[in-house]
């Protein structure tokens, strides 16, 4: 590993200064987070977090900066939450983490309530253009569409939960940022951010350039094989823009755009990616009548990953060029009725259009397509909250209707080229606050979720199983479809006005479950089963307390046990869910000095669990504890700016576990740099 001495050196003494300081926190400072009562969009519109039947956890855009990410993962900052367990395999691989012990693509991501892909997005996007993010644990498939999402795991459902990325969006200062750090592998990070408010109109915009060495991240002997520091460049561009019209916030035209290109090599010469994300989101919202909201949003995703294979035996040696595109557009449209008493109904439509290829390039001068095929997603939706003094009640029911055109599939004309599905999705929930102090809550709903064409075709063909220089999934065109039933109770409670504790129970049943697994002897090579009945049932507890103004903690852990029931495979029937561990843990405190100086370590820790769901053929990973740690000290305050210094230490213990298809974690990681702030 590269690691700067001069890093460390800072490192160590902003620690020890911040031991010093500790005694200085007290009430007073200005730039913290009030426990005042949040407004969330679980229902679409701006509720009070009690006027809301699921659990709702809130991270604000202060707590961004703060997050000590060693992925550079927007997975990695929820990932202190419960009922998650966050697994990305490197700055260059998607989480295969679990929610709620379920899977990884159980709990969707969205951007203002428009889907987007949980494997790929929170590694494309910029903290930078977001005010909020927004979990909301426990189902919410009726609110809330599948993402039609063919690539990775395939498409993903909120049945879990959902996760929503809240833009910028009430400007009230212009503000200009430059953040430029220094760290590990060689990493060089600059980051420039700028916002504005002109009369009704307020805009933001950005960049962020990232250049790395990286460092090996494979175990020994693994198929990665690299035989170099792997080369790492990403640069991130966004702006948006909100309008404000009409005579109140609620008349509102908003446009976002954000296009990340990600460079580099896999740690050899022929193994190198270009990786291309789009993302744009357009929405409005009118005020019909004083009760009477109208809520519209379009957006665009476009996914253009191309990469090189190759075979190494003593030279690296180019076999093909290899790619995966896939554009899709996700709409909605809603109008919800503010009724007398605080009721609210919500009626709406949203639809999904997908395009999803493969190609490969044999190094014969033209492409190959393996997969292709088209898909649309749509139906109508309605919801309607009742509140009666302390008791809020939710029920709502949404007609889905899902056609895939397969045009392709493993490089042959499919079996059938068109396959639609009908189904009726439903969710209820209530919250009863037993006093001022205490309050209880439970959710139900279902989900739907067809195959993927990756899981179906595959990147590879069948025949290509064990061969050496073939990493990619096999394909499986016999899945079937998945429906699953998701069920939450819990409690929220608050003894005093700045401590808060809650306890939160699941259980989660998919039938005929599309999982991962491996299937031969080179871990590289996996491909998508239906794994029978998968059952996952647990617990969350937390708790959480601003002492001061200045001073915090938080601390939760959660209890995951997962079963697989397939009485037709004895190697599969009682195993446990691929990537769910049965035990989680977060801990942490933040600390805000009178001198300006901050001071967040954190700790993580993950009991362990299984990349297959063989019984025979599964490999276990035991993480165990991580430590992360941020400080900042401001060294200028004037008139117009703000000058801080900060560095973070991302697995200060050095725990290099390994983890599936022969990854591995790779170890104590310091950054360091500036924050200049312009107003």
């Given at each position: 590993?590269?690691?700067?001495?001069?890093?460390?050196?800072?490192?160590?003494?902003?620690?020890?200064?911040?031991?010093?300081?500790?005694?200085?926190?007290?009430?007073?400072?200005?730039?913290?987070?009030?426990?005042?009562?949040?407004?969330?969009?679980?229902?679409?519109?701006?509720?009070?977090?009690?006027?809301?039947?699921?659990?709702?956890?809130?991270?604000?855009?202060?707590?961004?900066?703060?997050?000590?990410?060693?992925?550079?993962?927007?997975?990695?900052?929820?990932?202190?939450?419960?009922?998650?367990?966050?697994?990305?395999?490197?700055?260059?691989?998607?989480?295969?983490?679990?929610?709620?012990?379920?899977?990884?693509?159980?709990?969707?991501?969205?951007?203002?309530?428009?889907?987007?892909?949980?494997?790929?997005?929170?590694?494309?996007?910029?903290?930078?253009?977001?005010?909020?993010?927004?979990?909301?644990?426990?189902?919410?498939?009726?609110?809330?569409?599948?993402?039609?999402?063919?690539?990775?795991?395939?498409?993903?459902?909120?049945?879990?939960?959902?996760?929503?990325?809240?833009?910028?969006?009430?400007?009230?200062?212009?503000?200009?940022?430059?953040?430029?750090?220094?760290?590990?592998?060689?990493?060089?990070?600059?980051?420039?951010?700028?916002?504005?408010?002109?009369?009704?109109?307020?805009?933001?915009?950005?960049?962020?350039?990232?250049?790395?060495?990286?460092?090996?991240?494979?175990?020994?002997?693994?198929?990665?094989?690299?035989?170099?520091?792997?080369?790492?460049?990403?640069?991130?561009?966004?702006?948006?823009?909100?309008?404000?019209?009409?005579?109140?916030?609620?008349?509102?035209?908003?446009?976002?755009?954000?296009?990340?290109?990600?460079?580099?090599?896999?740690?050899r010469i022929y193994r190198g990616y270009d990786h291309n994300y789009t993302t744009i989101n357009i929405s409005q919202s009118s005020e019909i009548t004083g009760s009477l909201i109208f809520n519209a949003s379009v957006g665009l995703r476009i996914y253009d990953r191309t990469w090189q294979e190759s075979s190494f035996s003593g030279t690296d040696n180019l076999s093909s060029n290899d790619g995966v595109f896939q554009n899709i557009i996700p709409a909605d449209a809603s109008i919800s009725w503010h009724q007398d008493g605080g009721h609210l109904l919500t009626i709406g439509i949203d639809y999904q259009n997908a395009r999803y290829n493969t190609f490969s390039d044999p190094l014969q001068g033209y492409n190959e397509y393996g997969n292709k095929s088209r898909a649309i997603q749509t139906g109508p939706y309605l919801q309607q909250e009742l509140n009666f003094g302390g008791l809020t009640a939710r029920g709502g029911l949404r007609y889905?209707?899902?056609?895939?055109?397969?045009?392709?599939?493993?490089?042959?004309?499919?079996?059938?080229?068109?396959?639609?599905?009908?189904?009726?999705?439903?969710?209820?929930?209530?919250?009863?606050?037993?006093?001022?102090?205490?309050?209880?809550?439970?959710?139900?709903?279902?989900?739907?979720?067809?195959?993927?064409?990756?899981?179906?075709?595959?990147?590879?063909?069948?025949?290509?199983?064990?061969?050496?220089?073939?990493?990619?999934?096999?394909?499986?065109?016999?899945?079937?479809?998945?429906?699953?039933?998701?069920?939450?109770?819990?409690?929220?409670?608050?003894?005093?006005?700045?401590?808060?504790?809650?306890?939160?129970?699941?259980?989660?049943?998919?039938?005929?479950?599309?999982?991962?697994?491996?299937?031969?002897?080179?871990?590289?090579?996996?491909?998508?089963?239906?794994?029978?009945?998968?059952?996952?049932?647990?617990?969350?507890?937390?708790?959480?307390?601003?002492?001061?103004?200045?001073?915090?903690?938080?601390?939760?852990?959660?209890?995951?046990?997962?079963?697989?029931?397939?009485?037709?495979?004895?190697?599969?029937?009682?195993?446990?869910?691929?990537?769910?561990?049965?035990?989680?843990?977060?801990?942490?405190?933040?600390?805000?000095?009178?001198?300006?100086?901050?001071?967040?370590?954190?700790?993580?820790?993950?009991?362990?669990?299984?990349?297959?769901?063989?019984?025979?053929?599964?490999?276990?990973?035991?993480?165990?504890?991580?430590?992360?740690?941020?400080?900042?000290?401001?060294?200028?305050?004037?008139?117009?700016?703000?000058?801080?210094?900060?560095?973070?230490?991302?697995?200060?213990?050095?725990?290099?576990?390994?983890?599936?298809?022969?990854?591995?974690?790779?170890?104590?990681?310091?950054?360091?740099?500036?924050?200049?702030?312009?107003?």
């Open positions: 590993m590269k690691l700067s001495k001069l890093l460390y050196t800072a490192l160590t003494l902003l620690f020890g200064i911040a031991l010093y300081n500790t005694a200085w926190a007290q009430q007073g400072l200005n730039d913290t987070i009030a426990l005042d009562e949040i407004v969330i969009t679980g229902s679409k519109q701006y509720r009070s977090a009690g006027n809301v039947t699921q659990k709702i956890d809130v991270i604000r855009s202060i707590e961004f900066e703060s997050a000590v990410t060693g992925k550079n993962n927007i997975a990695e900052i929820i990932s202190g939450k419960p009922g998650s367990s966050v697994s990305a395999l490197s700055r260059n691989d998607a989480n295969w983490g679990t929610y709620a012990g379920i899977g990884p693509k159980y709990s969707t991501f969205m951007l203002n309530g428009l889907p987007l892909d949980a494997f790929v997005d929170p590694m494309s996007l910029d903290m930078q253009a977001f005010e909020r993010i927004e979990i909301q644990r426990g189902p919410a498939s009726v609110l809330y569409p599948n993402y039609l999402s063919h690539d990775f795991a395939g498409n993903q459902s909120p049945l879990a939960g959902t996760v929503n990325l809240i833009l910028k969006e009430n400007i009230t200062d212009r503000q200009t940022q430059l953040v430029t750090s220094y760290g590990s592998y060689n990493t060089i990070n600059t980051q420039f951010y700028h916002q504005d408010t002109r009369d009704n109109m307020n805009f933001f915009g950005g960049v962020n350039y990232e250049n790395s060495d990286y460092t090996n991240y494979g175990t020994e002997n693994s198929w990665l094989n690299m035989q170099k520091d792997p080369e790492y460049r990403k640069l991130k561009l966004f702006s948006g823009v909100n309008y404000f019209y009409g005579s109140n916030q609620r008349n509102k035209l908003g446009v976002f755009v954000n296009h990340t290109n990600h460079k580099g090599d896999a740690g889905n209707y899902i056609e895939t055109k397969i045009d392709l599939i493993n490089r042959a004309n499919p079996g059938e080229p068109v396959t639609a599905y009908h189904n009726l999705l439903w969710s209820a929930g209530m919250k009863y606050n037993v006093s001022n102090y205490v309050s209880v809550f439970a959710n139900a709903g279902n989900s739907f979720l067809p195959p993927g064409l990756r899981s179906m075709g595959g990147t590879i063909n069948l025949d290509d199983m064990g061969v050496p220089g073939r990493h990619g999934q096999l394909p499986n065109p016999d899945l079937k479809p998945e429906s699953g039933t998701g069920l939450d109770a819990g409690a929220a409670i608050t003894p005093t006005s700045n401590l808060n504790l809650g306890i939160r129970g699941f259980f989660i049943n998919v039938d005929d479950a599309i999982i991962e697994n491996i299937v031969s002897l080179d871990p590289s090579q996996t491909q998508s089963i239906n794994a029978g009945t998968t059952r996952s049932r647990g617990i969350e507890l937390e708790a959480g307390s601003r002492v001061t103004q200045r001073v915090s903690w938080f601390a939760n852990y959660t209890y995951m046990n997962t079963t697989i029931i397939n009485e037709l495979d004895a190697d599969q029937d009682g195993a446990t869910v691929p990537f769910a561990p049965s035990h989680v843990a977060n801990a942490g405190f933040s600390i805000y000095s009178q001198t300006g100086l901050t001071v967040s370590p954190a700790l993580n820790y993950n009991g362990g669990y299984y990349d297959s769901s063989s019984k025979s053929g599964r490999n276990e990973f035991k993480p165990g504890l991580i430590a992360n740690l941020y400080i900042s000290q401001v060294v200028r305050t004037r008139g117009n700016y703000d000058l801080n210094l900060f560095a973070k230490g991302y697995n200060l213990m050095d725990n290099r576990y390994e983890m599936p298809w022969q990854f591995q974690n790779t170890g104590l990681a310091i950054t360091g740099g500036f924050r200049v702030k312009f107003r």
